[in-house]
């Protein structure tokens, strides 16, 4: 009997569970949705879009569809005129592993001058670049350049930090079943840590404003 108690238990823990990850999922796409543009026509101006980032290359070689959508959304904006400056945010764990210095190369290679790129290179994941450009470098409002999804995880996080801040949803690779899996369970995490936990940024540093046109 007892053992059928403990399974009944440990069921209705993970049906309960289940319905809660689901539900959070669900409650942060539709909360966000105002924020999130995929029209660059219909983008408002912001001086700031913040490229988070990601690896170039997929395991085995290979270009990251993720980085070269995120890559090419963020050349558009600039040419179009919806960003003035791009603050690209990633690791930089190893010196062969630097995703704002590789984001930059290749904006450079597109033209777009080195006095319009900063880079943050304590972007370790979402919740850090989001933050980081708000009290780092002093961003109160721009926009975000990343997949759908993450979007929503970006602009879920800003709000809850009363952070001003859109988002340009750029295209998503066709295959995305494990990454949407894996997606809800990060949005669990940045509930946790920002409900919770009520974390900061793993670095903050000094303030580095970006000091755009209007100021």
Known sequence: ?????????????????????????????????PYIYH?????PYRAIGVVLGTSKYVRGGGLNDFYRNRIDGAIDLYWQNKIDYLLLS???ALVSYNEPITMKKDLIKAGIPSDS???????FRTFDSVVRANKVFIAND???????????????IALAQDIQA?????????SMKLIRIREMFAR?????????????????G??????????
């Open 90 to 92: 990633g690791d930089n």
């Open 142 to 156: 721009f926009t975000i350049i990343t997949q759908e999804f993450h979007c929503e995880r970006a602009i879920f």
């Open 188 to 204: 669990v995490s940045a509930f946790i840590d920002l409900y919770v936990l009520k974390k900061e940024p793993k670095y903050l």
């Open 117 to 123: 790129i900063v880079l943050d290179y304590a972007g």
């Open 1 to 33: 009997m007892k053992l059928k108690r403990l399974l009944a238990c440990f069921s209705s823990f993970v049906l309960l569970s289940m319905v809660a990850i689901v539900s959070l999922d669900f409650w942060i796409s539709y909360k966000t949705a």
């Open 206 to 215: 000094p303030v580095l404003p970006i000091l755009t046109n209007a100021q």
């Open 166 to 174: 859109q988002c340009f949803a750029v295209p998503s690779p066709k």
């Open 39 to 43: 029209d660059e026509n219909k983008l």
